[in-house]
């Protein structure tokens, strides 16, 4: 089992930057794809950026797509999302999520593709 902590978080004005870090617990993180999902109020949980296990393959939501950037540093288990050019609608609350996957490029891009999800961090983005 894995256990996934989001941070990152916060309040920051159009154009800004922030940087998402979700932490993983366990020894076999090289195990999983990673992704990052959002869910805005009133909205469903969209995605936003998946990564393959061990880095090399990458895939972007096309409104993320140039802005956002997902990583992951696989000795700290840990994936990351920068956020640069940050606009009102990206306010959401932010999900990183773990799919176990025995494929090295494999990527998920639907949230009922991961097994486990950490509880999420708020990014406002004001105008």
């Known amino acids: 089992q894995v256990q996934l902590v989001e941070s990152g978080g916060g309040l920051v004005q159009a154009g800004g930057s922030l940087r998402l870090s979700c932490a993983a617990s366990?020894?076999?993180?090289?195990?999983?794809?990673m992704g990052w999902f959002r869910q805005a109020p009133g909205k469903e949980r969209e995605f936003v950026a998946a990564?393959?296990?061990?880095?090399?393959?990458?895939y972007y939501a096309n409104s993320v797509k140039g802005r956002f950037t997902i990583s992951r540093d696989n000795a700290k288990n840990t994936v990351f999302l920068q956020m640069d050019s940050l606009k009102p609608e990206d306010t959401a609350v932010y999900y990183c999520?773990?799919?176990?996957?025995?494929?090295?490029?494999?990527?998920?891009?639907?949230?009922?593709?991961?097994?486990?999800w950490g509880q999420g961090t708020q990014v406002t983005v004001s105008s």
């Open positions: 999520a773990a799919d176990r996957t025995a494929y090295s490029d494999s990527i998920a891009y639907g949230s009922y593709e991961y097994d486990y």
């Open positions: 990564i393959s296990r061990g880095g090399g393959n990458t």
């Open positions: 366990g020894r076999t993180f090289t195990m999983y794809a």
